[in-house]
């Protein structure tokens, strides 16, 4: 498969050509072009996941296609604010937080995004200034079919609500600049990146083992659910992004390969923990292209279809079945014993300190 940075060029050179318009393009034309745009590169992309692409692969290939959407509706947003307040508006950065920070969307995924203003910014500028942006950027990408969460805060905001929401803190951990001022972006990543580290770290690894634990108890407490949950069920995804979490803040490091240069986890046990989650991925994927709606539930009215499009292609049905979820069962269970392996040690470490 082609490079994630390769096949973004070509998407982005597919969106310079379909999303050009002139001063005569209605609204109305701009967005079937957009939606159009958004339709035929998720069919590409579907069309690479049914030929085997990989699932962190086609997670980036569906990031790209958006992340050039909100570009090509940002550019003549921030123009025209810019000519409107003369030059003298204020500094804006959007960016993405979460998973689609991470750069991780699945074809049904949320897409979360902050508009960041400076600190001290005077409330009526800010609050014009956001309905201006929310107008041009994010009504757009409404109708156009995505689910858009959008939050508006000063660099001070970030920083209070982080101190008083974990969920807050974990999401602007994940922060990607997607368009506007660089230097207003790079002040936030460089205090925030100080902030989570001096911030109570034990405290942040405390409460996410605690919510791991909570989490796990509420599914099943065991991998092998007959009908197990890929994003929150144990040995799901969001064990994966658990144990990257806490390795951000405990360790200070900003991907998963962290963990073996730091001797948390040996070489071949990271390598089993990735084709692990590029398992559950390429899973949660399918189900995904599959629906009209987020879903994470592998049902067994779902199994046999999944795995058939995955490439598990037995003509028989329990056979087929049962080669893939045994395959499930193995990635699983290897993401539950190796998240809890890392945690143990990072609980153990922090004892120690």
């Not at 159009?36 to 790209?64: C, N, P, W």
């Not at 709606?293 to 995955?310: F, G, M, N, W």
């Amino acid at each position: 498969m082609a490079t994630t940075h390769s096949t973004s060029k070509r998407i982005r050179s597919r969106a310079d050509k379909q999303l050009q318009f002139n001063g005569k393009t209605t609204e109305e034309s701009k967005l079937a072009a957009y939606r159009d745009f958004l339709k035929t590169e998720t069919a590409d992309i579907k069309k690479q996941h049914r030929e085997g692409a990989s699932g962190l692969g086609v997670t980036k290939m569906l990031t790209a296609v958006v992340d050039i959407l909100i570009q090509k509706l940002a550019t003549p947003a921030f123009e025209t604010y810019r000519r409107q307040e003369e030059n003298k508006g204020i500094s804006i950065a959007l960016v993405a937080i979460g998973g689609y920070g991470r750069s991780e969307l699945c074809p049904l995924s949320d897409v979360d995004l902050m508009f960041l203003y400076p600190t001290k910014t005077n409330p009526k500028i800010l609050e014009a200034t956001q309905e201006f942006m929310v107008q041009q950027i994010l009504y757009p990408l409404w109708d156009t079919g995505l689910k858009v969460g959008h939050s508006s805060r000063t660099i001070d905001d970030t920083f209070n609500e982080a101190r008083n929401d974990i969920q807050t803190k974990t999401a602007l951990l994940e922060s990607r600049l997607i368009y506007g001022s660089k230097p207003l972006f790079e002040g936030f990543e460089n205090s925030y990146n100080l902030f989570y580290r001096k911030e109570n770290p034990k405290a942040y690894i405390q409460q996410r083992l605690i919510d791991q634990s909570e989490r796990r108890a509420r599914y099943g407490d065991t991998v092998f659910m007959q009908e197990p949950d890929i994003k929150n069920g144990v040995g799901g995804l969001r064990d994966y992004h658990n144990t990257l979490w806490m390795a951000r803040v405990r360790l200070n490091v900003d991907s998963i390969d962290g963990l073996a240069e730091q001797k948390y986890l040996r070489k071949s046990e990271l390598s089993v923990l990735k084709n692990a989650y590029d398992f559950l991925l390429r899973t949660r994927n399918e189900l995904h292209f599959r629906s009209k709606r987020p879903i994470d539930l592998l049902s067994l009215e779902t199994q046999p279809k999944v795995a058939y499009r995955i490439g598990y292609r037995e003509r028989n049905i329990l056979k087929r079945v049962e080669l893939f979820m045994r395959d499930y069962y193995r990635h699983a269970e290897s993401i539950n014993r190796l998240s809890k392996t890392v945690e143990s040690r990072m609980a153990l470490t922090s004892q120690t300190e």
